[in-house]
């Protein structure tokens, strides 16, 4: 599906997932589940370092994060691994998170939040286009701008 769409978007993925520079991991359809119900979610960052082996990636994305947060409390172990787990990496990460724009704040991103540069949403404009808008950021915004053509 990530391929297609990747396609659809006029990219084409297949060399570098080919050559070993880019790694597609998908959950599993009870990943959520199983990872509630485990006594320790470090099992699974462990099983994740096995997939990606000696490669230690210098970017990662997770879309969605949801699945690591739970459906407890405002802080659970699920997030708190996923933050060592990233720690560990060292990569830069993006997350995605599934939310509604009105809604409240979600208590269990407290650990993940903490750590992140910026926090950004995408909104749709008047003009159908679709925008950034930064917030929360730990550097100045025009730092995060010069990025945008990378």
Request: charged share 25%; glycine share 8%.
């Amino acid at each position: 599906d990530l391929s297609a769409l990747a396609l659809y978007l006029g990219l084409d993925i297949e060399p570098a997932v080919q050559s070993g520079l880019l790694q597609l991991v998908r959950y599993r359809p009870q990943f959520a589940s199983a990872l509630a119900a485990s006594r320790s979610p470090e099992r699974v960052f462990a099983d994740l370092r096995k997939m990606l082996g000696d490669a230690t990636p210098s970017r990662i994305a997770i879309d969605p994060l949801d699945p690591f947060l739970g459906d407890g409390g405002p802080v659970n172990a699920g997030s708190l691994a996923l933050v060592s787990f990233l720690d560990e990496l060292g990569a830069t990460a993006l997350l995605t998170h599934a939310s509604e724009p009105g809604a409240g704040f979600d208590r269990r991103l407290d650990p993940i939040i903490g750590r992140s540069v910026a926090v950004m949403r995408i909104e749709r404009g008047r003009d159908a286009a679709h925008y950034l808008r930064v917030l929360r950021s730990r550097v100045p915004v025009r730092v995060l701008a010069s990025y945008e053509g990378a």
